[in-house]
């Protein structure tokens, strides 16, 4: 399994926004294949700045979702650098380490 770490940072005004458009996301990306879930951290020490997470079990899949029809529609409504809205950062990926005992 892959996770990948997607940086964003809001203006303060806009952070109540951001937070509840979460909620009322697409939806495309729940029936990609290889899709495991995802997460949205806010970042307690730097106010406006936010970390989705992704959890992929390959790469692959993570990248054909990325090229996909449905990615670009359900980025369709992203204000990313746009005038006052969020700016993206950088995207990071992790393999995830087996870390349950096994017997």
Avoid at 24 to 29: E, P, S
Avoid at 88 to 100: K, W
């Amino acid at each position: 399994m892959i996770v990948s770490f997607f940086h964003v940072t809001v203006p303060a005004e806009r952070a109540a926004g951001f937070e509840a458009s979460w909620s009322k996301r697409a939806g495309l990306v729940d029936s990609m294949q290889g899709f495991q879930g995802m997460d949205v951290l806010r970042d307690e020490a730097t106010p406006g700045h936010y970390v989705v997470l992704t959890r992929w079990a390959t790469k692959a899949d993570y990248e054909a979702w990325a090229t996909s029809p449905a990615f670009a529609m359900g980025h369709s409504h992203s204000n990313a650098g746009g005038a006052g809205g969020p700016a993206a950062g950088g995207i990071e990926f992790y393999e995830v380490v087996p870390s349950t005992p096994t017997e």
